[in-house]
């Protein structure tokens, strides 16, 4: 449209049409050049016309109607009047009315060149003012301008529609005198605010618009991310404690303890001021078994029933009656109340809502939570407390699988107990002369997990291990182990198998813990030259490292029939002079304070 | 904006000053005068001035310097030159210096007051291209303008500084990239009207408003950063479906997908067969190393479960150290191998801190007359059979 500019001719005049079209080519304008309006008006027809130089007097119609017709097709097209001195009023009315000018005839053609560049120019300013202004109006959100006086002065479509005239002044603008007077006296150059408006909430722009007072207001919708931050944020709460409950699910050891811990992981929880866990009694008694937020005098003083007694009608009572949750928005108003009406009063209690415990299939209780408002429990709420009693649930079913594992378990050691120190008597009857040291064994490496801080089930595990960590030998022909004499390279070898022996007896009984692995490991050193495996450092499980130690401080300060005692100083003295090269300096040193500060003593035990 | 035009006269001769001035006013302008270039630019700094009839001589200085010092102040001020015949190409040159034209005396005044229009519309056309023209460059978001052609015609500042190579891109921009088949059909129909279109750019994603914009044969673009919304419903949702800790979908969740596979178990006859597994002693693991162990372990074992199950199999915690494993498409002699890879894989698997640790497996398979709850009750009575057998095996139920 811009590279070469389209000019009609529209005139009766043979000899000027030609003349004008010759000029105006080498001026280099594309040139269309008619006789009639009706010729003219189809040709602005056919392709646009920047600008029309129209004749006034033409064969068929006058030029003003040429105009208008070419106008109602494509109103930037702009046109200029050739006309006589006798037409000279029409034509300069004509210009009041759209038309750009006109000229009399006769003019100079210079002075016609600048009206065309002039009025190429005025439809250049008018395509773009068209285009600029597109741009509010087509905006997917609300710009709207303001002036000094904070009257509205511009609202695009969108504004128009979201703040109908009533709703723009307060809401919309929020308070804007005093940043629009920053503004005008040039302290802001931009202010991004929040503000809302009704139920939504906008992000607005503000900016002093150049060389006039206005100010503009872009406005962006934010309210889906305000809504999306209030729900995460709830969420975030939810999960985390859904979290909290879930994780203690993993430690705890009682229901009631767990009971506990949701009560107070509820309380403060959103519009939760109390809370109470109640589980159903045989005597369709519903039984308060933790809570918090209310005193225990509170507690002790309600009487609530399963059954459907007038002290089965509130919502715990129905709840756990019926095997779903119940909701009172109104407590105070509530005939189902009536019965607890003072402590109602008492502790402003205005809205509950319970969920029944199921576990196993069966309800075994309810979770009531009450707030101090009205309605203070919305669907969301009653979904979240759902899946706290389904976790409720898990953990009690869990408690009880583990109790009924657990009994399982406890008998299974102690007839494992009995066993072990049947093999232990059978192995010393094999080998008298080291007697008890595998009982004086056990009692030490127990002694040194105790030291360090382990827990009392892998101390346990070190006791059984120690019993049973020669049980190797008996792989070992007795009159090796007995001879008083030096060994022979081939007997030392042979006495060496005992940890593999050990492990191969051991590893198919199905232990709690690797006691295995720790006999199999039991002679191995940290720097990789002990045996059978030759394993370095971490590679050798803890609970061999403290069998080893055990072991060398047992043998070395124990009595021998075929060597006397070394003693315990020097017991302690080989293990502190290796420790860190063969030994576990933790181990080493828990070792060595047992003995040095007399907690422990090989013949007394403790 | 002003309600009347001002328009200020500049001539030595007092007679024609008075002459202009009154013809102005009679004509609806506001006027003032100047005799000279100083007059001129003292009452050019006092006001604003939509046109100045400017004398090329004057006494104290040259037209086109009174002219050049107008401008200086407020550029918008147009000016027409008004000349005698001796002085003809200094007002040629002038208007290739911005004055909006010249005019020979002695002149028609018609003619001049046909100019002085001219100028006077000329000047409130500028003045509202620059009002306007501050509503895409003051606008906080991008705004993008293109051509037939695919090329981008117009970028705001704000459009600039965020997407600084969409200029030279054009299309081929990530921001447009999926919007091709759009604009083209927008070319074609060339209907007005907003199509919202979603664009990622790496963690960002934006909403493009495209439309055809018709007075000035454009696609035009809006462009509204939209990341923070996205990532919170992003978040929303992963928090509402996902186990935090392990990442795998959450009870909630799993409880929904399990009702879908149910149904579609019931309607098609489909296999379906549900795994459910329980880390062995890990109270213990929590008591002996502490709760950051014990979390790092139940992640652990997620993984080597997500590495050794198919893609369509949907593994999810279920509460505490308990996780379900639902295999569609599956008989239960699939499932139990399943299970018994997935116990070898963990059994064989050293863990950080811990060393070695075991899995219980229960495994069962949907029957014609099981609904939800008979379904997890047996596969929760199996789990109860493999830990009471030993643990660290996988245990089978079948419904009766």
Known sequence: MNNNPRILVVDDDANLRKTLTDILRLKGYEVAATETGAEGIAEAERAFVNVALIDLKLPDMTGIEVIGRIKLATPLTESIILTGHASLDTAVEATNKGVFSYMLKPYEIDDLLQHIHRALDRQQAQQEILRLASFPRMNPNPVIEVNAAGEVTYLNPIAERIFPEQAVAQPALGVLGEVSAAMGSGERQEVVREVRVGNATFEQFLYPVPESELTRIYMLDITELKTHEVKLNRLNLRLLTIRNINEYLLVTESEEALYRFVCDALKGFERIVGVIIATRLPDHVLKPVAWAGFSEAMISALAIRWDASALGGGIMGTAAREGKPIVAVDIENDVRYLPWREIVQTWQLKSAAAVPLVADGETMGVLAVYSGQCNGFDEETINFLAEVANDIALGVHALRLDRRLHATLENMRKSLDGTVEAIVRMLELRDPYTAGHERRVAQLACAIGKEMGLPERQVEGLRVTGYLHDIGKIAVPAEILSKPTALSDIEIAMVRIHPRSGYDILKDLEFPWPVAQAVLQHHERLDGSGYPQGLKEQDIILEARILMVADVVEAMASHRPYRASRGLDAAINEITANKEKLYDPVVVDACARLFAEHRFSLDGGY | ?400
């Open chain 2, 1 to 400: 904006m002003k309600i009347k035009e001002k328009i200020l006269v500049v001539d030595d001769d007092p007679n024609l000053r008075k002459t202009l001035a009154d013809i102005l006013r009679v004509k609806g302008y506001e006027t003032a005068v100047a005799a000279n270039g100083a007059e001129a630019i003292a009452a050019a700094e006092r006001e604003i001035f939509s046109l100045a009839l400017i004398d090329l001589m004057l006494p104290d200085m040259p037209g086109l310097d009174v002219m050049a010092r107008i401008k200086a102040i407020s550029p918008l001020t147009e000016a027409v030159i008004l000349t005698g015949h001796a002085s003809m190409e200094t007002a040629i040159k002038a208007t290739g210096q911005g004055a909006f034209s010249y005019l020979l005396k002695p002149y028609q005044m018609d003619d001049l007051l046909q100019q002085i229009r001219h100028a006077v519309e000329r000047n409130q056309a500028q003045e509202e291209i620059l009002r306007l023209a501050s509503f895409p460059r003051l606008l906080p978001s991008s705004v993008i303008e293109l051509d037939l052609a695919g090329g981008v015609t117009y970028l705001n500042p704000a459009a600039e500084r965020l997407f600084p190579e969409l200029s030279t891109m054009g299309q081929s921009h990530p921001l447009l990239h999926d919007s091709g088949e759009l604009i083209a059909t927008l070319w074609q129909g060339k209907q007005p009207g907003d199509t919202v279109r979603e664009a990622r750019i790496g963690e960002a994603t934006y909403e493009l408003h495209v439309s055809y914009v018709r007075e000035v044969d454009l696609i035009r673009i809006y462009v509204l950063d939209i990341t923070q919304r996205k990532r919170a419903e992003e978040e929303i949702y992963l928090l509402a479906t996902t186990d935090s800790l392990t990442g795998i979908a959450n009870r909630r969740e799993f409880s929904a997908i399990l009702v879908r596979e149910v149904d579609r178990a019931k309607r098609y006859g489909t296999p379906m067969t549900l795994v459910m597994y329980d880390l062995d002693y890990f109270k213990r693991v929590n008591d002996a190393f502490g709760h950051d162990v014990g979390d790092t372990v139940l992640q652990a074992v997620t993984s080597l479960v997500k590495e050794n199950i198919r893609a369509n199999d949907v593994v999810a915690r279920w509460g505490g150290e308990e996780f379900m494993v639902l295999m569609p498409q599956s008989d239960i002699k699939a499932a139990s191998n399943a299970a018994e890879k997935l116990r070898l894989a963990i059994a064989e698997h050293h863990f950080d801190n811990i060393g070695k640790l075991t899995v219980s497996f229960g495994v069962t398979a949907f029957e014609p007359q099981d609904d939800l709850n008979s379904l997890l009750k047996r596969v929760d009575d199996a789990l109860y059979r493999a830990k009471e057998r030993g643990r660290n095996r996988v245990e089978i139920l079948v419904g009766e």
